[in-house]
């Protein structure tokens, strides 16, 4: 069965500091993986995909992650954090070929101090 | 173009009753997907509808069910409410174009069960 594991309930940074979240996932074969971001009381928007080919994704908002084969990872980065991206960030997997079933790690709620 | 759409936004029920949650896909789209978000936690599949049918179904009992339309928008009941099913409940849905397998989310419809 597939599975998404994400370590870090929550995460503080300063504003312009860069940031890492981290995603693992468990999945028989090579997963299409999703980073999803959901402000308070909001529905999930997309920051980035993958399907295939380069294995590091640029997204919206400055975000880019890099899908690791061997280490089952594909962790979040941003440079320069601002305040407005305070929120909760879901990494999920889904199987290749078909917008079927997404399954989604528990999240991690980004803090942002200035 | 409006994207996913869902109603109503919010909705307080009594144990015992049943719901009907409702959502419109994005124009283009023909596939629905809908999941549970208990509080603090990832989205869980429910189940997914494609051409009327239910395609897939995620570890929900019976008393989830729901139903397409030839329109493409679909409906969630969820009947012998339980205090448990207090969640966010989001529509996503997925393209025609079948080498593009992001799901696109609603906003969610806000159920509490007291």
């Known amino acids: 069965a597939q599975s998404v594991t994400q370590p870090d309930i929550h995460i503080t940074v300063s504003e312009g500091a860069s940031l890492e979240l981290r995603c693992n996932y468990s999945y028989g074969a090579t997963p299409y993986l999703f980073w999803y971001v959901q402000s308070p009381g909001q529905g999930l928007q997309l920051l980035l995909k993958?399907?295939?080919?380069?294995?590091l994704v640029q997204g919206i908002k400055g975000f880019e992650a890099e899908f690791k084969r061997s280490q089952s990872s594909f962790n979040l980065r941003k440079p320069s954090v601002h305040w407005s991206d305070a929120a909760e960030y879901f990494c999920?997997?889904?199987?290749?070929?078909?917008?079927?079933?997404?399954?989604f790690g528990t999240g991690t709620r980004l803090q942002v101090t200035l | 173009d409006a994207g996913v759409t869902q109603s109503p936004t919010h909705l307080i029920k009594t144990r015992g009753q049943q719901v009907t949650l409702r959502c419109s896909p994005k124009s283009g789209h023909d596939t629905v997907s809908w999941y549970q978000q208990a509080l603090g936690q990832g989205p869980q599949f429910i189940f997914q509808?494609?051409?009327?049918?239910?395609?897939q179904r995620g570890n929900f009992p019976d008393r989830f069910s729901g139903h397409q339309f030839p329109n493409y928008s679909s409906e969630l009941n969820v009947n012998a409410l339980l205090l448990g099913d207090s969640a966010l409940y989001l529509c996503?849905?997925?393209?025609?174009?079948?080498?593009?397998?992001?799901?696109?989310f609603g906003p969610g419809t806000r159920l509490t069960v007291t």
């Open positions: 509808y494609y051409e009327e049918e239910e395609r």
């Open positions: 993958y399907f295939s080919g380069d294995t």
């Open positions: 996503a849905s997925s393209p025609l174009d079948r080498s593009d397998y992001e799901q696109y």
């Open positions: 999920a997997v889904g199987p290749t070929g078909t917008a079927s079933k997404l399954t």
